[in-house]
């Protein structure tokens, strides 16, 4: 095992002498074919012998008591084959941020809590089934109203402490200038395209699940635990998940559901959830309420800021959204006060979806700083260049790589921002209001521990496993590149295996820590592969030239597969955090543009262009990365127009839980995006060099459309999303 932590600056220096260019390229994603051909298999696809369908029973009620439940209507209908609503091995409060089964406990915490499995000979009967089972129960006080309930001030749960340095009120108090608003953000759901789906089947004591998941290490420790048996009787397969966006981090109830199931009837069983069921048995973004104090002197220059958050969740859940965690090292000032209060409700669980933190969080500071330029009558990138920090403002720790500044002005230039940005409402294009805006983009790097393991297989040719996830993200492809930039390989000579437990364990597809740090763990497999290339040359490791599949040293060049010698040359890498992780602060970086036309008559808004520079460390994959980005752009601009989970506050039911209600970005709303990278590979992140990219092109994307909006308009609407009613009354004149 060539394990290297980050305990200090690194680059590997097999990746440096590296030949094969192929690393960074735009290269198109390796199992596209089989994705668009049908063959890659997805979590409800593929068909074990005497499969039986599964479909789950939630609570029809938020709140109160379960009494009872009754089958027997459901237990008669014809192909029924079992209902199970009492096992006892799903424990209440199972570590997880998703909704979890609770047949343990009587207490309803949500509507459409789960409660019962119901088992038969095909998908329609086991739905119709469901639908027939009695859940009877008994009313309780309800706390579905989120704004009528009381604020805990000081939560027990959560990942990030608050934050008091200075006295933020005293600095108010003295300052020039101060700012002081409030910005509040609705529900999000996840809303991955692939259902969440598990088909699983046991062989004796031994369990196999295919579900979507992102995570899947995690995945089998918490299905062990739910299930009470030890782990390495638990394997879990996900080669293909399409789209997770956080809501497949954890386990759902369908995959512990389906594996009771698969027990009790003696057959695989697979289930699906239905789009309206997903609202409520995977979790959401919590809505927010954010309110952002600043404090400046005369020039802008920010001597205090405050992030102070309200968000939602449930009794069960230990999920805090982070609100301002992309706050914390954006810009200068010595007196900071971030913190996020807790109401709890009779809500599906709030978990981490798209960006926690900084995909809601940047509304609130990015448009607060929009207005505190205006109110300064100064140019919104140049308030922010006053305020680039030059270590961490929190921990006072120095940046790893920082290019915001960078990010600014190429923006600025490409995007043609003008000297003067035009008065708001002042610009017309026939019955539309043309504005532009902008918003800075930061999102926590994180190295996650992961291994990997690389064969150079007896034709010359490369393997590479590990239990990484893609879920859209182009891990595949990323991984393959950097296998064949290590060993002077075609990416077409590399085969690369994940998503499955029996491979070594990576860092799953979560928090924009997957690519950096599987990759690396490659990395440093393949520099134990060139070490024995080197021995079998009679060469130094650095003396090393591969390419196309040959070796060469010494004036002798020699083709892979006849240095391998029939018998493949196995090698494990692994990385994780280290003490470097820990002396510097580490963020990506960027900056949003984006120009809107706003209809003088109807106040619907069109994104016209949206173009993006961003500071990401080592590229791994032009085209891949770029998606990545144009992904999070659009996620933004669906967050600034339309994506809004709304709440019956009679019932705690979502009024709007599919695709027909709850409006996430299509093409049509979607124009030509622009994405730019500053390549600066980070040697303290991890050995490859690459920082996260996945939730990167979200934050500051939806405050740049708002800002954007104002401009146009002249209407700031602090309550997002920005939907026509509430820009139409504040409208210039026809
Ligand atoms: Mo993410 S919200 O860490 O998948």
Redesign the pocket.
């Known amino acids: 095992m060539n394990e290297h932590v980050m305990d200090a600056a690194f680059r590997p220096g097999g990746l440096d002498r590296a030949k094969q260019g192929v690393l960074g390229l735009g290269l198109d994603r390796i199992e596209g074919p089989a994705k668009v051909t049908g063959v890659a298999d997805y979590a409800y696809e593929g068909t074990p012998d005497g499969i039986a369908y599964a479909a789950i029973v939630g609570t029809p009620v938020g709140s109160g008591r379960i009494l009872g439940i009754d089958v027997s209507a459901a237990e008669a209908l014809p192909g029924v084959i079992a209902i199970i609503h009492d096992d006892a091995r799903m424990p209440a409060g199972e570590s997880n941020s998703r909704a979890m089964p609770l047949f343990d406990t009587d207490v309803i915490l949500h509507l459409g809590q789960p409660v019962a499995i119901v088992v038969a000979e095909d998908q329609a009967i086991a739905r119709d089934a469901a639908a027939l089972v009695l859940v009877r129960t008994e009313a309780g006080e309800d706390r579905f109203d989120v704004e009528a309930q009381p604020v805990d001030t000081a939560p027990e749960i959560g990942f990030l402490p608050p934050i008091n340095n200075g006295d933020l009120d005293a600095v108010m108090a003295d300052a020039a200038v101060t700012f002081d608003r409030t910005y509040t953000t609705p529900v999000h759901f996840p809303a991955a395209l692939e259902p969440h789906a598990t088909t699983a089947w046991w062989e004796g004591d031994k369990l196999t699940v295919r579900s979507s998941n992102?995570v899947i290490g995690g995945a089998r420790k918490t299905i062990a635990k739910a299930l009470k048996i030890d782990a390495d009787k638990v394997r879990v397969l996900a080669p293909y998940v399409g789209g997770?966006?956080?809501g497949k981090?954890g386990v759902g109830p369908e995959a512990i559901l389906a594996a009771i199931a698969a027990e009790v009837v003696g057959r695989p069983v697979k289930v699906a959830l239905p789009r309206r069921q997903t609202a409520y048995m995977v979790h959401h973004r919590s809505h927010t309420t954010q309110r952002i104090r600043i404090a400046a002197d005369e020039h802008g220059v920010i001597l205090g800021m405050g992030h102070e958050s309200v968000v939602a969740q449930n009794d069960d859940g230990e999920f805090l959204e982070p609100v301002p965690f992309g706050t914390l090292p954006l810009y200068r000032g010595d007196a900071r006060r971030f913190k996020t209060d807790l109401v709890r409700v009779d809500l599906p669980a709030s978990g981490?979806?798209?960006?926690?933190g900084e995909a809601v969080g940047t509304f609130g500071v990015e448009c607060a700083m929009d207005e505190l330029a205006e109110q300064l009558g100064i140019d919104p990138i140049e308030l922010r260049r006053r305020n680039e920090p030059e270590t961490d403002p929190v921990s006072g720790k120095p940046f790893s790589t920082r290019r915001m500044l960078d990010c600014y002005t190429q923006g600025a230039q490409r995007f043609g921002w003008p000297d003067t940005v035009p008065a708001p409402g002042s610009v017309r294009d026939g019955e539309w209001l043309v504005g532009i805006g902008m918003a800075a983009s930061l999102r926590g790097n994180f190295t996650v521990e992961a291994q990997a393991r690389v064969r150079l297989e007896a034709d010359g040719r490369a393997t590479v496993e590990c239990d990484m996830t893609d879920i859209g993200t182009g891990t595949y492809t990323i991984l393959a590149q950097t296998a064949g930039e290590m060993l002077g390989l075609p990416v077409a000579e590399v085969n690369v295996r994940l998503g499955d437990t029996d491979f070594p364990p990576s860092a799953g597809?979560?928090?924009s820590f997957g690519a950096g740090s599987a990759c690396s763990a490659v990395v440093l497999a393949c520099e134990d592969i060139l070490g024995e290339l080197a021995l079998r040359m009679n060469a130094a490791p650095e003396d090393l030239s591969l390419h196309d599949g040959c070796v060469s040293a010494g004036g002798r060049s020699v083709k892979l597969a006849d240095l391998v010698r029939g018998e493949p040359i196995v090698a494990m890498g692994k990385t994780g955090p280290g003490a470097e992780s820990k002396r510097t602060s580490q963020a990506s970086h960027g900056a949003h543009f984006v120009e809107v036309a706003v209809n003088a008559v109807t106040g619907e808004t069109r994104v016209r262009r949206m173009l993006g520079v961003f500071d990401v460390g080592r590229v791994l994959n032009r085209k891949t990365a770029t998606s990545q980005i144009t992904g999070g752009m659009a996620w933004g601009i669906a967050y600034a127009l339309s994506e809004e989970g709304i709440v019956d506050t009679r019932t705690g039911a979502f009024v709007n839980p599919d695709f027909g209600e709850y409006h996430v970005a299509v093409n049509a709303d979607i124009p030509q995006l622009e994405v730019h990278f500053i390549e600066e590979i980070d040697d303290s992140a991890n050995p490859v060099g690459a920082k996260g990219v996945g939730?990167l092109g979200i934050s500051g994307a939806g405050a740049a459309v708002a800002n954007a909006i104002y401009n146009a308009t002249g209407v700031r609407v602090r309550d997002f999303p920005v939907t026509l009613d509430k820009l139409l009354e504040g409208l210039p004149a026809v």
Do not use: L
């Open positions: 992102q997770g966006f956080g981090t981490a979806v798209r960006a926690p597809s979560g928090g939730e």
